[in-house]
């Protein structure tokens, strides 16, 4: 294992930042990347956040998009608990264009510094890929694979093997159709800083169904950081979700790619 005790402060100033503008775009996921929702805050107690994003344009092209994001979090040694809320609604032309939510939420216990237990709940919808509701119960454990923090270089690699109940209300016609099943959940995320002017981070679920492995589900998402300045940074994402059984006329797939800046102070 590679470990530092020292930590990689400018990253963590700007963190909060970076994580309220992707708290704001989850709603593009039809999954939900629960590693992007942790944060290293200051020290414990309770803490929280809380954002809207706002676009409008009328005329010739009427667009409207809203979204709403916040989240609380409980840190007292050996526990970690948050709690994470997404809303998004998008019309363009006065027609539908996007309308999704989720509420997550995990408690995270510290049994050693490479290994944590973690129980999580969520419930979400999305109308655009005919689910109208869903229901994860679940628990697992991380493991820390490497580890080295420095000024100069930051290297994290952590992975999750976990299980989930699922339960899902499908849209679909003549009537709604109910699926339930379990599935296991497992992940891989890696984060790499090298100085303090650039840093990536990539993370990838793949989520069989234990009664049938065919029925699996990948999330894969990485995001970038270039910093321009001590209080300017560029940020970039690209999110790939595959699901090999999607509900009828829905495609497997969808990726997202966006941008944007991050202003200190």
């Given at each position: 294992m590679m470990r530092s005790s020292q930590r990689f402060r400018s990253w963590k100033s700007v963190a909060p930042a970076v994580g309220m503008m992707l708290l704001l775009s989850h709603g593009l996921w039809a999954q939900v990347n629960a590693e992007s929702m942790r944060r290293e805050w200051g020290g414990e107690g309770v803490h929280g956040q809380a954002g809207v994003n706002l676009a409008l344009q009328q005329g010739n092209s009427p667009y409207l998009r809203l979204g709403l994001g916040a989240r609380i979090d409980y840190l007292a040694n050996p526990f970690y608990t948050f709690l994470v809320a997404n809303w998004q609604r998008r019309t363009d032309a006065g027609a539908l264009k996007q309308h999704d939510g989720f509420l997550h939420?995990?408690?995270?216990?510290?049994?050693?510094?490479?290994?944590k237990a973690?129980?999580?709940?969520?419930?979400e919808f999305n109308d655009f890929i005919k689910l109208k509701?869903?229901?994860l119960l679940g628990a697992g454990v991380r493991l820390t694979l490497a580890e080295t923090n420095t000024d100069?270089?930051?290297?994290t690699v952590h992975c999750g093997i976990g299980a989930m109940y699922e339960r899902e209300l499908l849209d679909l016609q003549p009537t709604d159709e109910r699926q339930r099943l379990i599935r296991s959940t497992n992940y891989l995320t890696v984060a790499w800083r090298v100085r303090k002017t650039f840093s990536v981070t990539t993370t990838t679920y793949?989520?069989?169904a234990f009664s049938s492995p065919r029925d699996f589900r990948v999330l894969s998402n990485l995001t970038g950081t270039?910093?321009?300045?001590?209080?300017?940074?560029?940020n970039v994402a690209l999110n790939y979700r595959y699901d090999h059984q999607p509900p009828p006329t829905?495609?497997?797939?969808?990726?997202?790619?966006?941008?944007?800046v991050t202003v200190g102070f």
């Open positions: 939420g995990r408690v995270v216990y510290t049994a050693t510094p490479t290994v973690e129980g999580f709940a969520q419930k509701d869903r229901n100069s270089f930051l290297l793949y989520q069989p270039f910093s321009i300045s001590d209080l300017l940074n560029f829905v495609k497997p797939y969808d990726l997202t790619i966006s941008n944007g």
